[in-house]
């Protein structure tokens, strides 16, 4: 508990305040999200024990102020609503059953949003949820050039209370000469691949994101269908290329000389891009001349699948041509160091999308110095070993290492 919060000393004396402070920060309160009915039996049983930790807790004189204090401490927004003898005592200001309703449809619209379905199912949205139905769909579909990509959206009421959660969606992908290919995208508490992702990831392409593994760690990988295995339910297998594959979007770029690539903004405009799967037209330079290229990440092989205007893909003898020397690439690279060094940092801007609905720590104010120092340790990441050979095309790459295969 804070030490600016009075705890009377009869709770002290009759409840271990520390030991359900610690159950309430590590449970699941995100269990009604889940699509898997042992996660979700797992959940509810956590959180029914927690709930009746707070009941005992709230009998005691000045109990229900405590109580209170740990479920807005620890009870993330949008997952179990107070039980209701929190409220009875008068002790919060009533949340009546409309209020919540309408949070949980903002919060549906802002998720909507974020996954880049835009405002155009509003209506429909609140439509569904005003019939209180147990399941419902929602569909939508855009054009991408030459493209078409269709998405059934799934939301489900939760089986404790009258919110509603959207927990995956279907999308198939139209492409001409193609055989249309359909994968099932879950979003792991409200967050998950957006319409364009999952757009990318059908058309063979490979994005990057933070994901939960079932002990609740986050980690960072690159994910890419594999279209030639499906699962037991026919769906596409999901390859996964975590940090420990040795794939470096930024080492394999540098290995060029892409022009976006030497400026802060653009660098980092690049390496989003390209993490969310994008074809991203790029310019590099040639023997004094300007060369316009489209290049997308490609985590499997260590490398980049680069293609001319038209759509041709490089060979590997094309590619090699246009790679930099040892020399010329380090030169490059200290001189991105510089350029970096100065330059302040600045969020990604292309594709714009709403932010995700999270609450995050005040920052702490950095000097001019601190930023540097950080911009320099940043882009020096870029710079070879000095022990490792700085030619990969006489050097065969083997096993997980780090480092940039040529396709």
């Given at each position: 508990?804070?030490?600016?919060?009075?705890?009377?000393?009869?709770?002290?004396?009759?409840?271990?305040?520390?030991?359900?402070?610690?159950?309430?920060?590590?449970?699941?309160?995100?269990?009604?999200?889940?699509?898997?009915?042992?996660?979700?039996?797992?959940?509810?049983?956590?959180?029914?024990?927690?709930?009746?930790?707070?009941?005992?807790?709230?009998?005691?004189?000045?109990?229900?102020?405590?109580?209170?204090?740990?479920?807005?401490?620890?009870?993330?927004?949008?997952?179990?609503?107070?039980?209701?003898?929190?409220?009875?005592?008068?002790?919060?200001?009533?949340?009546?059953?409309?209020?919540?309703?309408?949070?949980?449809?903002?919060?549906?619209?802002?998720?909507?949003?974020y996954h880049g379905f835009g405002e155009k199912l509003f209506t429909e949205l609140e439509a569904k949820i005003k019939m209180v139905e147990k399941d419902f769909t929602l569909s939508i579909s855009t054009d991408m050039k030459d493209d078409k990509i269709s998405a059934t959206l799934h939301f489900r009421k939760s089986k404790d209370t009258d919110a509603y959660f959207f927990n995956k969606f279907d999308a198939v992908l139209i492409k001409p000469g193609v055989e249309p290919r359909e994968h099932t995208f879950y979003l792991d508490k409200g967050k998950g691949f957006t319409m364009k992702e999952a757009y990318n990831l059908l058309d063979g392409r490979a994005v990057h994101k933070e994901f939960t593994n079932s002990e609740g760690e986050k980690y960072k990988a690159w994910k890419q269908l594999d279209f030639d295995n499906k699962d037991e339910k026919g769906k596409f297998e999901v390859k996964t290329f975590g940090e420990r594959y040795g794939f470096d979007l930024r080492e394999a770029l540098s290995y060029y000389p892409i022009r976006e690539f030497m400026k802060a903004d653009d660098s980092l405009n690049l390496v989003k891009s390209l993490e969310r799967g994008n074809l991203h037209t790029i310019s590099m330079d040639k023997d004094g001349q300007k060369m316009d290229l489209i290049i997308t990440a490609d985590p499997k092989n260590r490398s980049l699948v680069i293609t001319d205007k038209e759509g041709r893909e490089l060979s590997k003898t094309e590619k090699e041509e246009l790679m930099l020397s040892p020399e010329a690439r380090e030169n490059r690279i200290e001189q991105k160091v510089q350029l970096n060094a100065v330059a302040n940092n600045k969020t990604y801007t292309n594709e714009k999308e709403p932010a995700a609905p999270v609450l995050s720590e005040p920052g702490k104010e950095k000097s001019n110095s601190k930023e540097l120092n950080q911009a320099e340790k940043k882009a020096k990441e870029l710079l070879p070993k000095k022990s490792q050979d700085n030619s990969l095309l006489e050097k065969k790459k083997t096993g997980a290492k780090k480092g940039m295969k040529i396709k």
């Open positions: 508990m804070e030490s600016d919060h009075f705890i009377p000393r009869n709770i002290l004396d009759n409840v271990d305040l520390a030991a359900l402070k610690t159950r309430m920060e590590k449970a699941d309160w995100h269990y009604d999200y889940t699509e898997d009915p042992h996660v979700w039996d797992r959940g509810r049983v956590e959180i029914n024990g927690i709930k009746e930790e707070l009941i005992q807790l709230s009998k005691l004189e000045g109990g229900i102020q405590v109580a209170n204090y740990l479920w807005d401490a620890h009870v993330p927004v949008h997952s179990v609503n107070r039980p209701e003898f929190l409220e009875v005592k008068n002790i919060l200001l009533p949340q009546k059953s409309t209020t919540m309703e309408q949070k949980n449809l903002n919060f549906l619209k802002d998720t909507l949003k």
